[in-house]
């Protein structure tokens, strides 16, 4: 069955090389890893080893994840997909209310009135 879809879909697996070809063309990012890696799964783990190298050296500050978030998050989640997915959307917001506090202190902004210093 799986044979026929690919023939009616005109759909070719891809192989090692195309993977990688297209990959490269992607951004320089995912370029420079592919042009070290030699099979689709060196590439994944080279991936997974820079994405983790880059959340290893974020430095949240003020905006880091609170033991008390962590209790009330955990709490209403009824798995850990859906504790991992509130983790990251409070993050969302922590990155925006950073963002936004970057823009009023670059702004000479005092507080939420707008008054300016």
Do not use: W
């Amino acid at each position: 069955m799986k044979q026929n879809q690919n023939v009616a879909t005109n759909h070719q697996p891809r192989t090692n090389e195309a993977f990688l070809k297209a990959v490269s063309m992607n951004d320089s990012k995912t370029r420079d890893i592919s042009a070290e890696a030699e099979s689709i799964d060196a590439f994944q783990n080279a991936y997974t080893d820079r994405l983790f190298q880059q959340i290893e050296r974020v430095q949240p500050g003020h905006y880091d994840f609170r033991l008390d978030e962590y209790n009330a998050l955990s709490e209403r989640s009824c798995d850990s997909f859906s504790l991992m997915i509130s983790v990251f959307k409070l993050g969302f917001i922590k990155g925006q209310r950073a963002e936004k506090a970057r823009v009023k202190k670059q702004l000479g902004i005092n507080n939420d009135k707008g008054e300016v210093a």
